[in-house]
């Protein structure tokens, strides 16, 4: 027996293929624990939801401090009840509990539907239908053609006759072409249920591990004829992978539920923060610091004042026995906490809930928009984490995956040029691999050549359809009875189009050639070019060679160069083609043979000989392919640009191909200056040389260029998933440091072949660098689901619903992402920032006067207001014009948005919530306050307010100083309102009656249930006095002036782009 | 210049064909609701703050403000106010000896009387207050010691007062009505006004105590237990507050104002805002038109001297005063009414000046553009 993995055999696992154990004695055996096929993406369970979630919602600092405060005062005898703080964190606690476990239902459901999804599993020799979530490590599975492999499987065997099978990544990498897979040799053979339930065979793999391109497994041992066979990626089906082109396989779980590899390439579930909750988070601690320093100056101006006896206790207030007796120590820390409460409304509970309510209400929108609606596929955007809304206004990075989200992830053969004339007219017919019969009007010789070599240059495969009943089977149902299959997607672009441009020239199907293949110099990715070596009927040989410009053109000796313009989005392709002769035949012959049967550097000695044997080409034309943009996605970048947005394109794609559709998109100008870091490159040179002169080379050139005039030169970046392991190695930190600082100068970068983690990767490389900028991932397939979810906003493109599972916001096309963003996004952080500042402001106003009251009461902890008021205020009196504002406000018509992008970088870098506007929002709220209190307190120092003489209380007081607060925090939002529809008028005048109504009916009657009437008639008896009336007036007007001017001043002034399109619109 | 403009989109007219597009009943599910609430485009009202919609806006408020300020600050030099201390903090104050030989168990009242002259007669209808001073009557310990539905007669509430009352909740094992340090701190100097004639006999000015409490107070939030009649046997069992002399059914004779009803302990028990207040002590009705309700001339004002204001450094007052419409007087509502009406025509006059400059500035910077 061989024991090749001997060495690391706890890090392996063994795998009894449909859970044959060996038989007894054998071997020593131990049974390993497998999880089962559960994918879960849910945070809760029915039984941990309330204990979970209370725990995840007290570790937010806000409700902690709620909970403290609200603790604090059911023990210590407070100023006010703890209804006033309980009630409020109640209702937060409970509204966030069931958002959370609304979406968490949502998560279950869709984790259910991918669980429960049927799969048959051979058991017995028979095939039995099992749920997903039941696979167990070691079932061997019977997949069709077009399902979705459940689990990484190991193929044992498969209807095709070469024990092959074909595959799509689609969903895991984003490339559509096939891939072929390779049965075990050993097992090959066993291709109906019965034979595959006799296989007795273990499989050793290594324990499961992320990396998608990777796989050692050491072996399948078949127990009785021990027999060692190694096994490597190509026996590897993973998860999440499509079979195609196959009628059926039987493979073998290996990995399942969370241990696949698509699962651990997805990260954990991570709670993304929003730049405005951090700023909200900032302001929060500024204000419990003013908070604990308005407790603790008037604690400690308490105990200095009350240090003579007859002010402590003068004899007509004395205190009680239990209180005397009281260890001073307790009496100020209690003081302190009295304090903190009664102040603690400067720290609004009800923010919380009206963000909460905010985002989620807000996030309707999204999902209503009638213009983020697909006909086409009958989707409308979907909101998965309305907790991000604002972040949609302050993306600064965009990632986006190429294949299906730029484009539409469909090759089409657009044209093609000889001899500098552009053709539309080809006739075709293409049949088995390397047999062609070519069919074209009576030819000039360069074009006939050319067709030929198109139809002759490639490895497509032809896959006739099957009519079964006359239902078609295929993914292309209904466009063609066959269809080609190719590694390469522009190879079966050109053939496709080819046939498809037959029909236009049927008169010209007359001669039919046969020609003989003899070589193929198959492609790669260096050299950049593919060649075939073909005999034609009359012997004739020809080399025919197909590549990108850049590699074509050196070899070519003549033809008309010039003449083959690259076009702007179009993946171009030269032809050319070479005569040979016999003796150079012969020769080709044995160079190629030698360098195939070399021993060492076998790959080095045939790039050698492919040079030699392609050179001295005669161009004939090129062809232009095109991987269908998505409508309008070029000017949804461009518009990103214009908004001052990097836009970034993330695939596993070819470099090539990748850089056509970046052209394309217009995210690369013709002008735009490309910046390449490719493994061609730093195989040139080491990696340190190549980013050190890039670095250098931008910087040099963007200083001459800011010398020279404003026209700055593009730059762009393309970089390859190899070379970009490389930068990251965490060993060579300042490598990511110039790699960061290139990139930051880039308009545009350009990253393919890249693995989803590194997609994850580059998306954290970027958001931890300095400046923290916000980013956004765009993707479709589950190769994007970790970028999606490291980005701070994840959105996600039309297929694949694992994406759209696990991303934020979810859209039918890229197109949408501009409406999304320019105006959503932009209207998002315009309302919950004003949203944020407001409260802040709205609660100084109401605390503030009740700090500087406990001046002149003693210190005693008396309140200002009513506790109905107190409570009151944040809930219901202030609280709803606010939410409607932060739900409807548009501050510019959406259009204007959409057309001008840069006004989105007004509200860039989280503007509205910078520290100078929170100074400005709060030293409001407190210039307010002082009017506010010392209006009143002028007016009731020591004189009549009523026409009969009669005196005002306390609470006459407190409540005409709430009277005004009521008015001028609510005149204020009427000031900063820009979108007037009827519901804010019945908001805003509506809950100014309310306030009156409310207060009238509260001093109205003699409440029973209540154990004091301290407000019974007040506010009545203050209406009734005419100077009442006039001094709220004059409070209301002096407290809005500075704003007002403010406003009017800096608009007229310093007016910023916003400010003039709306006086301009 | 109209910096506002209506934005009225019809409901329907931005999605054309949405509606007779026939596509599959799926389809048709998923496709958001086109009404303008969903797709945000209500018919609104769109007004922007800017130095030209604003200026009418500041002068408008100037002018009336300016106006209303002269107004107010007229009638309320108008009023007629008069003040005198009669605390007896200082030697030689005629109230001094009974200020310092103040005690809380004195049986024999202590009387001072304080002469002053009004230079200027009382027209119209005069009221006298009393006001103190460093009395913290917004203390809270001292504004929540009270007992609401013992006051408002509720009879287990009487025989078993609110906690919030203590240390004045109980007087050994009776309850003390009414309760709390509010009550029990009840002001108990009786003041009495004399007007001098020429002749130097002194005629006693009628003090109204009627109506100087809210109608709303005496009538609904106080009410004596058991009805007005027999108040003795009412409270029954109380006991009275420690610094009253009198129990609360002793308050006055007249059972309209006896008990919890009385007018001086209802305007007590409603706290002043501020540590310096005055409270309504009596009204001088105006008799008739032809003479003034005070005639200018020496008074005196006599005090039966109980409360003391010593021990914490009060002061106590006894105010004349006249009231207008606007109250009594107050010059700063007036005052304020002027500076705030000055600021905003001030400020008009700058933005006129900003706008004007501005506005030539930005449309020559506009005709290149």
Not at chain 1, 430 to 436: A, Q
Not at chain 1, 934 to 958: E, H, K, P
Not at chain 1, 981 to 1006: A, K, M, Q
Not at chain 2, 81 to 99: H, K, L, R, V, W
Request: charged residues 20%; proline residues 4%.
């Amino acid at each position: 027996v061989c024991c090749v993995g001997e060495e690391n055999w706890v890090d392996s696992r063994t795998i009894y293929i449909g859970h044959k154990e060996p038989p007894p004695g054998a071997e020593a055996f131990i049974q390993q624990r497998f999880p089962d096929n559960r994918i879960v993406s849910s945070k809760y369970t029915f039984w941990n939801f309330v204990p979970k979630n209370m725990f995840e919602q007290f570790r937010r600092v806000a409700n902690f401090y709620f909970l403290i405060i609200f603790l604090v005062q059911l023990m210590i005898d407070t100023p006010t009840s703890p209804i006033t703080s309980g009630l409020p964190l109640f209702f937060v606690i409970t509204v966030t509990a069931i958002k959370q476990g609304y979406e968490d239902w949502l998560r279950h459901k869709a984790d259910n539907s991918v669980n429960q999804c049927p799969i048959h599993v051979v058991q017995h020799g028979k095939v039995v239908r099992k749920q997903s979530r039941k696979l167990r490590v070691g079932d061997v599975v019977l997949m069709k053609e077009d399902e979705t492999f459940p689990c990484d499987l190991i193929l044992l065997s498969s209807s095709r006759d070469d024990g092959t099978c074909f595959v799509t990544t689609a969903s895991l990498d984003g490339e559509s072409s096939h891939k072929t897979y390779y049965a075990v040799e050993d097992t090959r053979a066993y291709n109906t249920e019965k034979e595959v339930d006799c296989i007795h065979a273990t499989i050793e793999c290594e324990q499961p591990q992320p990396d998608l391109y990777k796989c050692r497994s050491n072996g399948v041992k078949t127990s009785f004829r021990l027999f060692f066979r190694p096994l490597g990626s190509e026996n590897l089906l993973l998860r999440g992978a499509t079979l195609k082109n196959t009628e059926y396989i039987y493979a073998v779980a290996i990995y399942t539920g969370m241990e696949t590899k698509m699962a651990l390439n997805y990260q954990s579930k991570t709670q993304k923060r929003s730049a405005v909750e951090k700023s909200m988070n900032a302001f929060l601690v500024v204000y419990l610091c003013i908070l604990i320093c308005k407790a603790f100056v008037n604690t400690l101006l308490k105990y200095v004042w009350q240090a003579s006896p007859d002010r402590d206790e003068p004899w007509y207030n004395n205190r009680t026995d239990t209180e005397r007796q009281r260890h001073i120590v307790s009496l100020v820390f209690t003081d302190f906490l009295a304090f903190m409460v009664l102040f603690n409304y400067i720290i609004p509970v009800s923010m919380y809930v009206t963000v909460e309510m905010q985002k989620f209400l807000g996030s309707y929108f999204i999902m209503w928009d009638d213009e983020m609606f697909d006909e086409e596929l009958g989707e409308r955007a979907v909101v998965n984490t309305s907790d991000l809304n604002e972040e949609l206004g302050q993306v600064e990075y965009v990632f986006t995956d190429k294949t299906g989200t730029l484009t539409e992830n469909n090759m089409e053969f657009i044209e093609c040029c000889v001899d500098g004339h552009v053709y539309l007219g080809v006739c075709v017919r293409v049949s088995v691999r390397g047999r062609v019969t070519l069919c074209c009007r009576p030819p000039q010789e360069h074009e006939e050549l050319f067709f030929r070599a198109l139809c002759l240059c490639h490895t497509v495969q032809v896959k006739e359809e099957e009519t079964v009943d006359g239902i078609k089977h295929g993914i292309h149902q209904g466009k063609s009875t066959s269809f080609y299959i190719s590694s390469s997607p522009d190879e079966v672009a050109l053939v496709e189009g080819m046939t498809r441009w037959r029909s236009f020239h049927a008169l010209c199907c007359c001669c039919f050639f046969r020609f003989q293949l003899l070589e193929v110099l198959t492609f790669d990715s260096v050299r950049r070019r593919m060649s075939v070596i073909v005999r034609d009927s009359s012997g004739e040989l020809y080399l025919f060679c197909k590549g990108a410009d850049s590699s074509i053109f050196p070899r070519v000796v003549s033809g008309k160069v010039d003449e083959v313009r690259a076009r702007e989005g179009l993946r171009t392709l030269c032809v050319a083609y070479r005569h040979l002769s016999p003796e150079q035949y012969e020769e080709v012959c044995h160079m190629l043979n030698g360098a195939k049967l070399a021993l060492q550097d076998r790959d080095k000695r045939l790039a050698e000989a492919y040079d030699v044997i392609e050179k001295d080409l005669i161009l004939l034309g090129a062809t232009a392919v095109e991987d269908r943009l998505q409508e309008k996605a070029a000017d949804t970048i461009e518009s990103l640009h214009k908004a001052g947005m990097k836009v970034w394109v993330l695939t596993g794609d070819k470099m090539e191909t990748a850089a056509a559709t970046c052209y394309a998109s217009k995210l690369f100008h013709r002008n735009t200056q490309i910046l390449e870091l490719t493994t061609k490159r730093t195989e040139e040179q080491s990696l340190h040389d190549v980013l050190f002169d890039l670095s250098r080379t931008h910087f040099s050139g963007t200083l001459l260029s800011s010398r020279l005039s404003g026209d700055c030169t593009d730059y762009g970046l393309i970089i390859d998933g190899a070379t970009l392991s490389a930068v990251m190695r965490p060993t060579q930190e300042d490598y990511k440091e110039i790699f960061l600082d290139i990139c930051r100068n880039c308009s545009a970068v350009l990253c393919c072949r890249m693995a989803p983690l590194q997609k994850a990767q580059i998306v954290k490389l970027i958001k931890a660098s300095e400046e923290h900028p916000i980013t956004l991932a765009v993707g479709d397939g589950a190769n994007d689901v970790s970028m999606i979810l490291e980005a701070h906003v994840g959105i996600m493109g039309k297929e694949g619903r694992q994406a759209v599972r696990n991303s934020d916001y979810a859209i039918p096309k890229f197109k949408h992402l501009k409406k999304m963003l320019l105006v959503h996004g932009h209207y998002y952080y315009i309302r919950i920032s004003e949203l944020v500042q407001y409260f802040f402001y709205k609660n100084v106003c109401f605390i503030f006067p009740q700090f500087i009251y406990q001046f002149f009461c003693g210190f005693s902890q008396q309140p200002l207001y009513d506790t109905a008021y107190l409570t009151l205020y944040n809930i219901s009196f202030t609280s709803l014009p606010i939410l409607l504002y932060s739900l409807i406000e548009q501050h510019i018509n959406m259009d204007i948005l959409r057309k001008d992008p840069s006004l989105y970088r007004d509200i860039a870098k989280n503007s509205l919530l910078r520290w100078p506007i929170f100074i400005y929002w709060t030293l409001l709220g407190v210039y307010d306050a002082l009017v506010m209190f010392f209006g009143a307190y002028f007016l009731f120092n020591n004189t009549t307010f009523t026409s009969n003489g009669q005196m005002f209380g306390n609470w006459t007081f407190g409540t005409l100083i709430f009277t005004v607060l009521v008015f001028t925090v609510t005149f204020k939002l009427a000031l900063d309102t820009h979108y007037w529809t009827w519901i804010n008028h019945f908001v805003i005048w509506g809950s100014l009656v309310f306030f009156v109504v409310f207060s009238l009916l509260w001093g109205g009657i003699i409440w029973p249930f209540l154990n004091y009437q301290r407000m019974y008639y007040v506010f009545m008896q203050m209406l009734s006095s005419g100077p009442a009336w006039l001094s709220i007036i004059l409070l209301i007007a002096a407290s809005l002036l500075p704003d007002v001017l403010k406003k009017v001043i800096c608009r007229t002034l310093w007016p910023t782009t916003t400010e003039r399109i709306q006086v301009g619109a | 210049m109209m910096a506002s403009s209506y934005n009225a989109k019809e409901e329907d007219g931005h999605h054309p064909g949405a509606s007779n597009n026939g596509g599959p009943g799926v389809v048709k599910s998923k496709k958001p609701d086109n009404t303008a609430f969903k797709q945000q485009r209500l018919p609104a009202w769109q007004p922007i703050l800017t130095a030209g919609t604003v200026l009418p806006a500041f002068f408008v408020i100037g002018l009336i403000f300016i106006p209303i300020g002269i107004g107010l600050y007229v009638t309320s030099n108008n009023i007629k106010e008069y003040e005198i201390d009669y605390t007896g903090a200082d030697p030689g104050d005629e109230c001094y000896n009974c200020s310092q030989n103040f005690t809380w168990n004195s049986t024999t009242p202590c009387v001072c009387s304080v002469p002053f002259t009004l230079t200027q007669p009382f027209e119209s209808n005069v009221f006298m207050y009393y006001g103190l001073s460093n009395f913290y009557q917004n203390h809270r310990r001292y504004v929540k010691s009270r007992d609401d539905s013992q006051l408002n007669g509720d009879s287990s509430a009487l025989m078993n007062p609110s906690k919030e009352c203590e240390p004045y909740r109980t007087s050994g094992a009776q309850p003390i009505a009414p309760c709390g340090a509010i009550a029990n701190s009840l002001f108990n100097d009786t003041l009495e006004l004399y007007y001098i004639d020429s002749n130097g006999t002194s005629n006693a000015v009628p003090l109204v105590k009627k109506g100087i409490a809210w109608w709303t107070d005496k009538h609904v939030k106080f009410r004596n237990p058991g009805g007005n009649d027999n108040l003795t046997i009412a409270f029954q069992g109380t006991s009275k507050p420690v610094n009253w002399r009198k129990p609360v059914f002793e308050m006055d004779t007249d059972p309209e104002n006896n008990g919890f009803i009385n007018e001086d302990f209802i305007v007590w028990m409603r706290t002043a805002a501020l540590p310096t207040f005055r409270k309504l002590y009596r009204i001088i009705q105006k008799k008739s038109s032809s003479t003034p309700t005070l005639a200018s001339g020496n008074y005196v004002l006599n005090i039966t001297y109980n409360y003391p204001v010593r021990s914490f450094d009060g002061r106590k007052r006894m105010i004349l005063s006249t009231i207008s419409w606007m109250g009594g007087k107050n010059p700063f509502l007036g005052i304020a009414y002027i500076t705030v009406g000055s600021i905003c025509f001030f400020l008009g006059v700058v933005l006129l000046i900003i706008h004007h400059k501005y506005d030539t500035r930005n449309n020559s910077a506009d005709i290149p553009g």
